[in-house]
Structure formats: structure tokens, C-alpha cells
DNA sequence: GTCTATAGGAAGATAGAC
DNA sequence: GTCTATCTTCCTATAGAC
């Protein structure tokens, strides 16, 4: 058999739904072998450090295709609206429907938790700010943004959590479609949903 | 039963705390030794059937202390929004603040998700289901009340998340802050959701 | 109930041929 | 780049004394 060269991408692709499936501390040399097609060899030839240049590698690629469906979305033109809806978009294809489990379950627990957990709050710190960027360019106020900014990450980050456990991708669907909602507020055309904001119930 | 030295809560505490530290995959025998001050033998005297036992019996306790912090505060009597506000609460014991990470998170991912997967989806269905019944017995409907206590919990993990890698306990808390908000709609007096905490990125 | 000791296997990682 | 073979370390689990 010739050597069927595989892609570095296409390999980081395999490894990161290995990882996916088991976890940084479930994920055995030998599960990965199975996972990736490569043998442990080819492995180690790839990633000298083992397990732990695998996950660097992975979160360094994860953070190309953040590039590509998160940061690229809210920085292109658009009304913050629209950039928000892209943005959406581009998480329903990152977290593979809410099928996958987020980079914090995998990598921030245990001792991968210690060796990359910088890294992970690194990642969440920026993406909450670029996300409350976007809220102010809505007209939102500074600390109004930062508020929803957060709240939306822990929406998304949930909503994995609670899609994963359910079986169901729905409340990840769900927190999607309300993305634009909770960053920039209920927009001008559809008015708010039955929010109850006047009533003298109690 | 003879006087044991070590009462089983305490035991179960401890290994909670341990698993919550490493994870299931990563809480190695040494480690859950080390961490309980049980040496190996005496582990499998408490737990024959070992991890898996002893994960088993960590989920039974969690339970009994779920009892104890959500479901309790949940049905004792009160008007719906004393209820969650018990409630929120109960979920700050329970969680310590924000610093622990959650059970799906622990037990939901690799093996011990094959393993405690249906059990976790019966505890969180059953719990979503508690706080929907709250919700309408505050005069929502039922369709939104369902959505609500879905987003809640959705929320709450989220938080759980996100207070984890950003080192910080804030977003927990500030979720549960929100919490009768979220489940059962803004109250007759605070009308207004804007409210400033502090600033972000701790 | 807890100890020491150890079995039996799987873990991560490496060496050298091809 | 991939293979086979192997090393060391650590793992879960058990046995038997006290």
C-alpha cells in the first residue's frame, strides 16, 4: 500500500472527534490510533510530544477554524445584526449542530485542565469581548455589552452541556435562533416575546 | 455495622471532590487514594465494583443532596418566586459557589457516558420538568414555562462553564441572581433586567 | 476495615528496520 | 511515514495477613 498521505488538517480533524467522543483523559494512544487510521508511530512522527503536542495542535487549529466561523463573521461588514446572524451561523457549524462537546469540557478538566487551561480562558476572554464589541456597535452600553456578551457564552456553553446530555440539539438550536436577542436586544421589527415588563401581577 | 472510622457521607464527599478534580477518566486509583486518605483496600472494601461502583455511589448521594438543596426548596411551601429564589440558593451550596463543576461534565463524557448517560438525562429531564411545574404555578403557560426552565438550566450549566475557565464565579453567580427572573418573568416592582455586577473579565 | 504485596494488563513513549 | 517490537510506568483489581 502506498503511503496515502493524509492531509495535517484532515488528520487534526480526526484526532479533534476523538477527543470529542472520550475526553483528554479517556482518549488512549490505542483509541486514537483506531480514531485517526494512524498507527502509533505515525503518530509520535507527527506529534513528537504525544498526547499533549496532539491536544496543542488541535486547540491551535480549533483556533484557525474559530477564525473562519466565529471572529470572521462578526468582523465582516453587516449590521451588528446581521454579523450576529452569521455568527450563529458559523457555531451551528463549529459545534457541529450541538453535537460536539466545547474545547472547556475536553481540555479543561483534570490535568489538561492545568497544562491548557490559560489557553481556554484566553480563547473565552476575547471572544466575550469581540461579542460585547458587537453589542456596543448596536448601541448597547459598555457595561449592558459586557453583560450580554458573557450571558451568550454561557448560553451557548449550556445549551452544549444540556444538548449533549438530553440527546437532543434542540436547546442548542434554540440558543442560537435567540442569539442575536440576548447580545443586542429584542430588535426593532418583531416585537419583544411575551416578556411581561408592565404588568402589576405579583 | 461497627463504628466505621470514616462515615460513608464523608467518604463519598471526599470522592466527589476528587472526581470533580480530575474527572472520571482521570481520577486514577492513586489519586482517589491520595485524595480520600483510603488506602486501595479499604476503597474496595467500601466499593467492590470499584470506580464504576463508586461513581455509581456518587451519583445516589448527589441525588439525596439534591433532595436536600433543589428539589426541597422547590416543593416546600412559599409563593412560586420565594421558591426559586430557595432554590437559587440550594444550587449555590450545592455547586460551592460556582467552583464545582457539574456531573455531566464529570460523567458525561467518554466511557462513563456510555456507562451514566441515561441516568444523568433522567435527572436533568426530571429537574427541568420541577422547575417548568414552578413556573406555571406562577401563572405562565405551560409551552413557556417548559422553555424557561429549560433556559435556566441551560443557563445555570453554562455558568458552571464558563465560572471555570475564567476562574471567576461571577457568571455563576450572576445566573443565579437572574434565576426567578429567567424562570418565572421580570417581578411586579424591578421591572428593568439592566444591573450592574462589577466589571467583566476577572 | 485497613494493611502489604502483587498479579495481569494497558497506558504513554521509543528504537530501528524498511 | 509507517511498520513491528519493546521499554517503563502506571493502571485496576485481588489475595491474604492482622
Chains 1, 2 share one sequence.
Do not use: W
Not at 492531509?7 to 485517526?36: C, H, K, M, N, Q
Not at 453535537?99 to 490559560?118: H, N, P
Amino acid at each position: 500500500m502506498p503511503p496515502a498521505t493524509v492531509p495535517r488538517a484532515e488528520i487534526l480533524d480526526r484526532l479533534l472527534s476523538v477527543f470529542r467522543r472520550y475526553g483528554y483523559e479517556g482518549a488512549s494512544l490505542s483509541r486514537i490510533s483506531d480514531g485517526t487510521g494512524l498507527g502509533r508511530s505515525s503518530l509520535y512522527h507527527h506529534f513528537p510530544g504525544g498526547k499533549d503536542d496532539m491536544a496543542s495542535a488541535i486547540l491551535a487549529h480549533t483556533e484557525a477554524a474559530s477564525r473562519d466561523h466565529i471572529v470572521g463573521p462578526l468582523l465582516a461588514p453587516g449590521t451588528p445584526r446581521e454579523r450576529v446572524e452569521r455568527l450563529a451561523a458559523g457555531l451551528d457549524a463549529f459545534y457541529a449542530q450541538g453535537t460536539a462537546s466545547c474545547l472547556v469540557e475536553l481540555f479543561g478538566i483534570g490535568e489538561a485542565g492545568d497544562r491548557f487551561g490559560e489557553t481556554l480562558h484566553a480563547r473565552v476572554s476575547a471572544l466575550i469581548r469581540l461579542l460585547a464589541d458587537v453589542a456596543v456597535q448596536s448601541g448597547l452600553q459598555s457595561e449592558d455589552a459586557a453583560i450580554r456578551a458573557e450571558d451568550a457564552i454561557v448560553a451557548v456553553q449550556g445549551a452544549l452541556v444540556v444538548s449533549r446530555v438530553l440527546g437532543s440539539t434542540r436547546p442548542f438550536r434554540r440558543v442560537l435562533d435567540r442569539l442575536p436577542e440576548l447580545l443586542l436586544g429584542a430588535g426593532p421589527i418583531e416585537a419583544a416575546p411575551v416578556r411581561n415588563t408592565g404588568s402589576l401581577l405579583g
